[in-house]
């Protein structure tokens, strides 16, 4: 196996933390030692691929012509999606691929190839709906994966919420938060860990319960035979679906999460 030999700075207390696993039998020295820390660590990344739903109505920015996508809103001097981006990277996501359809232009032309942000970015050509979206990923995913919506932002840990994903066992967890009032989001009933009923922005007093989907989802490739050409959305049409065939869990998200104000 080939190796590069370098030069690094790093913190004295942390030299110490890598020197005492230095056993001279498995690990032998200081070089051996951060290999091994670098290799457990990378080998432990659950989720490598992730896909940004971007698609939608377009808004309009101030000082650009035309419709653009919501992910290139200004958030905090910045676009909405560089700070989507900077979470994807935090939690070892390799490669995302972006639906946006008419909107990827714009995105193109801040994003690009995604290497400024440390990995790769392509972009599907269609986009017919959140649903539609998974028909276009049958020949690019092949391992479990994250989707997320374009508007929202989390600090969920991914690996965590990757095991309890695969202790579940469903095709899909939808990541979930409580909120005071659930008619403006995809209503979930929750037994156990198990979704068996999902009621996409219920009337106002229709709800049952205040949780509600969080726009975050973890998805198995086998999700793909579920859609079929009348399936558009996820919200309405399929979710509904895998709850009823016991294939949807929900995972609570108990860290940061923010969603981009209508008109953003």
Not at 21 to 48: C, M, P, Q, V, Y
């Amino acid at each position: 196996m080939n190796r590069s030999r370098i030069t690094i700075t790093i913190r004295t207390d942390l030299l110490r933390s890598v020197d005492s696993i230095i056993d001279g039998t498995k690990i032998k020295n200081r070089s051996h030692a951060i290999e091994s820390l670098l290799s457990k660590d990378f080998s432990e990344r659950k989720i490598r691929k992730a896909v940004i739903l971007a698609g939608g109505k377009g808004v309009n920015i101030k000082g650009h012509k035309g419709e653009f996508s919501r992910v290139l809103s200004p958030y905090q001097g910045r676009f909405f999606i560089e700070h989507i981006f900077d979470y994807l990277r935090s939690q070892g996501v390799e490669e995302t691929i972006i639906s946006a359809s008419s909107l990827s232009s714009g995105i193109k032309d801040e994003i690009g190839d995604g290497k400024k942000f440390g990995m790769s970015v392509s972009y599907l050509a269609k986009d017919e709906g959140t649903a539609s979206v998974l028909k276009y990923l049958v020949n690019l995913v092949d391992e479990t994966f994250l989707m997320m919506n374009g508007d929202v932002i989390s600090e969920a840990n991914l690996d965590e919420m990757f095991e309890f994903h695969k202790k579940c066992g469903g095709m899909c967890t939808v990541g979930m938060i409580s909120v005071k009032e659930p008619s403006s989001f995809g209503n979930i009933v929750l037994r156990g860990n198990q979704i068996v009923d999902f009621i996409e922005k219920p009337k106002i007093g229709k709800e049952e319960s205040y949780l509600v989907n969080a726009g975050i989802y973890i998805m198995e490739p086998e999700i793909f035979n579920m859609v079929s050409p009348q399936c558009t959305s996820l919200e309405q049409d399929l979710f509904p679906v895998l709850a009823k065939k016991g294939k949807l869990c929900g995972y609570y998200l108990q860290d940061k999460w923010l969603k981009l104000e209508k008109g953003k």
